[in-house]
Each structure stands twice: as structure tokens, then as C-alpha cells.
């Protein structure tokens, strides 16, 4: 890899999940190539990729290989060994984002504390360690997250009581957890924003995302909120990136409480399930944007194309071997309707297989179409 070399033409990326997928279905259309580094030849972004490097995201020997195949690296999750990564960027291979902006971030512990010294509004929050007792200011229910390789829900438990509390703390094993109070959101937000190596910019429309159970379901675009919202919002993701001085592009999920005051959640580092609105809904989708972050090309627009947009989850809800055709073909017949099937052969009770997107008139119909998603999906 040489990492002065532009225009860089073909990024590596680790993992190769769906949003490895969907960046190398946009890779074609802006003259890139795409490597993939990821433990399963039936992983989703494998058959688009020009090279799969088989191997787990956490296996840097394997990300040497992955950087003598391409100009630039970024990543599809967090679950890397940053102190293996960065034995690598010692050698000239170039990360975006750089691994020292990842760096407080992998822990969510210390991702909040970095927000904290930022100034960010973020949740209260105290560090649990090993053979500490459990501290009682945040009172009850409170929010227990396991610090690191949390997705989707998984690692984070809502507990009402210090029983419940110490039962999973056990279940987990007694790490070090990050503990948080549970905020009483009247919404959750969410909002891409992607950042060149010159230093511009590029914010997407701030949406409404709801989880179940822990876990997204649907997000609405734009967030049906005031400018005052948008405007908070817009200033964390801004202070967010220029903070790191990254290049690439950040997920930001985020709590908007009843007096209008937006509290971070969370940051990703990387392309988010709350942007997947954005490959039909947007000028240029988040997939591309990160393309053409890490790759020097000027930030694409992020203005919608449509009013509205509703983007689904379709979620597993049995354990089957299954392709979902008839459904699939179902939702794809609703009105400007788009389904993303990601390939996976198994289904599994949350397991994300797919997500499809509806553009509409406007944001108040985002619901009803939602509703007819899932009606469809679930069989309800
Ligand atoms: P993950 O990293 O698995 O996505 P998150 O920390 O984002 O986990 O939490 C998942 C969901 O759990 C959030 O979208 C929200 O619905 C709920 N949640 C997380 N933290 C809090 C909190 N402090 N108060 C209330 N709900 C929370």
C-alpha cells in the first residue's frame, strides 16, 4: 500500500456484513474496488468484492494482507485489536478513520467520557468495576452496558432493581461495565455525518429511529422535529468529527428528551443502520460517502430526493433456512418501495436479513407504510 498515492482506487474493508455489501454494490459507479476482509466466503459483500482476504476482523496479520491488496483501509465494525492495527500504520498503511480518533471510542466507557470532556450532553454515567458495589445516585432502572462488542442490543440489559442488576453482572461474569441512568427519551434521533481529509463536512437530514426490545426497527427521515433539534444535532455531529479530526464517516444515535434537549448515545464509526434511508432517499447515499471520504473525492450531496423516506428492518423472527421470496416480492410491489435482501443463508430470531425503504410525500405517511412493511414481513 502506498499511502500517499491518489486517487486511492481500491479500499480495503475490514468485515464483510452488509455494509461491507452495500459499499461495494456503490463502488462500481464511482471507479473503486473494494477487498474484504472477513471469516466466511458466504459472508454478504464477498461475491461483490474483487478480493476476499478469509479471516476475522480482529486477525491483524491477515489486515497486512488485506493493505498489500488495496490503497486504503476502513472498517465495517469495531470489533478490531486497535494496538495490533496500529503495528500496521507504523508500516505506512493508511486507516480511515485513524486509528487513534477509534481509539476512545471501541470502550463505551470511555467513549462517554471522552464526550463528557468535550462538553457533549451525554446520560450520567459511572464505570461498575470488579468487586465495586453498585452505586446508588443513578437509582433505578438504570442501564447496563457491557463496554466493548455490544451490537444491536446485545450488551446492553434495562435493570429495575440491584438484584436484576447483579444477576446478569453475574451471567456476564463480573467485568468492568459501564452503568448509565436510563433516560426517559420522548424520541430517538439519529444522524450521519462524514468528514474529507480537506476538512468539509457533509451532515445527513437528522432522522427518527425506533428500536424494540433494544434493537432499530424503523427509521423515519427526516425526524419530524423542530429546527432547534436539527440545530443541536448538527453541532454534535460537527464537534464530533472535527474533535477526532477524522476522515470517513460517523453514525451518531442520540436521545431527544421532553424539553427538546439531545443527549449522545452513541457514536459508530462508521456506516449505520440509521443511514440505510439514505441508498434511495439521498443524492448520495452514506455507502458512497464513505467511499469518497476515504478516498479523496469531493462529499457528495445529502440533500432527499423524495419529501420523506421509512426505511425497515427486516428482522429474523424464526430459526429457518429460508429466502423470504414471496415477501420480499410483496413489499418490493408497495409503492416506491425498495427491499435490500442481504443474502444470509439462515435466519434467526433478530437476525438483520434485510431492510427495505419507501419513499414518501410525507413524513406522517412514514408510519402507515411502515406498518404495511411489516404487516407483510411478520405475517400480522
Ligand atoms: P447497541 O450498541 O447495542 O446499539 P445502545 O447503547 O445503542 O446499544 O442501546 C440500544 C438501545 O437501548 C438504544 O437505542 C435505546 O433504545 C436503549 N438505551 C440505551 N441506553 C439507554 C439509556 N441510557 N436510557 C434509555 N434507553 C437506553
Redesign the pocket.
Known amino acids: 500500500m502506498n499511502s500517499d498515492r491518489t486517487p486511492r482506487r481500491r479500499v480495503g474493508i475490514i468485515g464483510g456484513g452488509q455494509l461491507a455489501w452495500m459499499m461495494a454494490r456503490e463502488a462500481p459507479s464511482l471507479g473503486l474496488e473494494v477487498v474484504v476482509q472477513t471469516p466466511k466466503l458466504d459472508d454478504p459483500a464477498v461475491e461483490l468484492a474483487a478480493e476476499t482476504v478469509l479471516a476475522e476482523v480482529a486477525d491483524a496479520r491477515a489486515t497486512f494482507q488485506l493493505a498489500e491488496r488495496c490503497d486504503v483501509i476502513t472498517f465495517e465494525n469495531e470489533f478490531v485489536e486497535l494496538e495490533e492495527l496500529a503495528k500496521l500504520a507504523e508500516k505506512g498503511v493508511c486507516f480511515r478513520p485513524r486509528l487513534e480518533a477509534l481509539e476512545p471510542l471501541l470502550d463505551?466507557y470511555h467513549q462517554r467520557c471522552c464526550l463528557r470532556e468535550w462538553g457533549l450532553p451525554v446520560?450520567r454515567f459511572v464505570n461498575l468495576a470488579p468487586q465495586e458495589t453498585i452505586p446508588i445516585d443513578l437509582g433505578f432502572p438504570l442501564?447496563m452496558?457491557a463496554r466493548r462488542h455490544?451490537?444491536?442490543?446485545?450488551?446492553?440489559v434495562?435493570v429495575e432493581t440491584g438484584d436484576a442488576l447483579n444477576a446478569v453482572w453475574q451471567r456476564w461474569g463480573y467485568p468492568s461495565v459501564l452503568l448509565?441512568?436510563?433516560?426517559?427519551?420522548d424520541r430517538?434521533l439519529a444522524v450521519i455525518a462524514a468528514r474529507s481529509a480537506t476538512g468539509d463536512i457533509a451532515i445527513y437530514p437528522v432522522v427518527e429511529?425506533q428500536?424494540e426490545n433494544?434493537?432499530?426497527r424503523r427509521v423515519l427521515a427526516p425526524a419530524m422535529v423542530s429546527p432547534a433539534v436539527v440545530f443541536q444535532c448538527e453541532a454534535i455531529a460537527r464537534r464530533i468529527l472535527e474533535k477526532l479530526d477524522v476522515v470517513g464517516l460517523f453514525g451518531i444515535?442520540l436521545?431527544l428528551t421532553p424539553d427538546e434537549k439531545v443527549l449522545v448515545?452513541?457514536i459508530a464509526p462508521r456506516t449505520h443502520n440509521s443511514g440505510h434511508f439514505s441508498l434511495d432517499a439521498c443524492d448520495t447515499s452514506q455507502f458512497a460517502q464513505l467511499l469518497r471520504a476515504v478516498c479523496d473525492l469531493p462529499l457528495g450531496s445529502t440533500v432527499m430526493k423524495s419529501p420523506a423516506a421509512v426505511m425497515v428492518n427486516l428482522l429474523g423472527y424464526e430459526t429457518a433456512r429460508r429466502d423470504y421470496r414471496d415477501k420480499r416480492e410483496a413489499i418490493a410491489a408497495l409503492p416506491n418501495a425498495f427491499v435490500y435482501w442481504y443474502g444470509k443463508t439462515e435466519s434467526r430470531p433478530g437476525r438483520k436479513l434485510g431492510h427495505a425503504t419507501a419513499l414518501v410525500s410525507d413524513p406522517s405517511q412514514g408510519r402507515a407504510i411502515a406498518r404495511d412493511i411489516e404487516a407483510i414481513w411478520y405475517g400480522r
Not at 150 to 156: C, I, L
Request: glycine share 10%.
Open positions: 463505551k446520560p442501564v452496558k455490544g451490537y444491536d442490543g446485545q450488551g446492553t434495562i448509565e441512568e436510563f433516560v426517559r427519551f430517538e429511529t428500536q433494544q434493537v432499530c444515535e436521545f448515545n452513541e
